[in-house]
């Protein structure tokens, strides 16, 4: 469970990072407790940094811990023990000191702290999880510089999934940068030297910022999908507090659908909570600096809702791509491997698609014999076509 918000002054970004990681954990660890005897948690950069709850309710590891200790509750209930794990990694000496009260507070939890590089310490990582482990691995350095290859063998443990701190604001900078050393950082985090290419060719129409936005995400987000074999990986872009741009990208990679799909629902929600957050702290930022609160705060009322305008967009193409990728008929396509190409892609919830899944089948847009009378949504295993025009 996350800390309160007042804990976050100042840093209301980490705020939203950390409201997603909350909401997926919570429903990552109970579902995942029912098939696997152990969910370990990996943490790369553990600190604590600026953590001011006492129980480290405001730090990555603590939200994390805190999940497993629930889930560890609530399928003991149910009779059933599951194992709980976690590395913690740090490479600072005074930070690493701090870290060591984190077992008195989780004492469910087998809890390993390792002092060194995450790095140098990825391949003793991959072996020390145990081989019956479902691993999550939280990956948030403090800079940029990461040689992704050496993580290699950690990301491509099987059972396991990722969520990397892609530090967009640092990254964008240095990618126009031509010192040898910073060329070399760049490819090391992505090694597919395309994306230089592509940032110096934009398309017709689109801004410059969405450009390289695009171009480095989506670079990024490829090789962290080869190196870790992960079947979807996708991305949520956090904003600086009190302006529109962006500072942080959190990218996911898993090899399951379900994974995925928990992954869009907290998106979302985290979405939603980072536009209420930033709302009022640029109210408050704007009160304080000219004395209009009465003003401003009429401004932001009056102000469009830019989350749900993103939703909407999302929404109209996933559409249009779920009809792309939907065969004409004779040929057909299950729709659970429909949803999730689309999910990959765009930002939307597993009931949006069933939804518009169903109302494309009442157009006739979408056609399956099998589709029950009663039904409202398909199921995973109808098979879906578009009729011959």
């Not at 149910?78 to 740090?90: F, Y």
């Not at 705060?297 to 967009?313: K, R």
């Not at 929404?315 to 057909?332: H, N, R, S, W, Y």
């Not at 979408?366 to 409202?376: L, N, V």
């Amino acid at each position: 469970m996350i800390g309160e918000l007042q804990h976050y002054a100042g840093r209301e970004q980490a705020y939203v990072k950390h409201f997603l990681l909350s909401d997926y954990l919570e429903t990552f660890a109970h579902k995942i407790a029912s098939g696997f005897a152990e969910i370990c948690y990996v943490d790369g950069f553990s600190g604590p940094w600026q953590n001011t709850g006492e129980r480290f309710e405001d730090t990555s590891f603590g939200i994390a811990l805190g999940a497993l200790t629930r889930a560890k509750a609530t399928w003991r209930a149910l009779g059933r023990e599951v194992r709980m794990s976690a590395h913690l990694i740090e490479k600072d000496s005074r930070a690493y000191q701090n870290l060591q009260a984190v077992k008195a507070q989780f004492p469910e939890i087998e809890i390993a702290t390792h002092h060194g590089s995450f790095i140098d310490l990825a391949p003793h990582l991959r072996h020390a999880i145990s081989a019956h482990a479902f691993a999550f691995v939280f990956i948030d350095p403090k800079g940029w510089r990461i040689d992704m290859t050496r993580l290699e063998p950690l990301l491509r443990r099987p059972n396991s999934e990722v969520v990397f701190n892609f530090m967009f604001d640092f990254i964008n900078r240095a990618a126009s940068i031509q010192a040898p050393e910073i060329k070399r950082g760049l490819h090391e985090l992505i090694p597919n030297g395309a994306w230089r290419d592509q940032l110096a060719s934009p398309p017709p129409g689109l801004a410059e910022a969405e450009h390289r936005k695009r171009v480095l995400v989506e670079a990024f987000s490829s090789e962290l999908g080869r190196l870790g074999d992960y079947r979807f990986v996708a991305e949520t872009t956090v904003l600086r507090p009190t302006r529109d741009r962006p500072l942080y990208c959190l990218v996911y990679g898993t090899r399951s659908p379900i994974g995925l799909k928990v992954f869009r629902e907290s998106q979302i929600k985290a979405l939603r909570q980072q536009d209420m957050i930033r709302g009022r702290t640029k109210l408050t930022t704007n009160a304080a600096t000219s004395g209009q609160n009465e003003l401003f705060g009429s401004l932001s009322e009056m102000a469009p809702d830019s989350t749900t305008v993103f939703f909407d967009a999302e929404l109209k193409q996933a559409e249009q791509l779920m009809k792309t990728v939907t065969p004409i008929a004779p040929d057909g396509a299950l729709w659970g491997r429909i949803w999730p190409q689309v999910m990959e892609r765009y930002v939307v919830s597993h009931a949006q698609l069933n939804q518009l899944a169903g109302e494309l089948h009442r157009q006739g847009i979408f056609y399956c014999t099998d589709w029950g009378h009663r039904k409202r949504v398909p199921d995973d295993g109808y098979r879906l076509q578009r009729p011959q025009t």
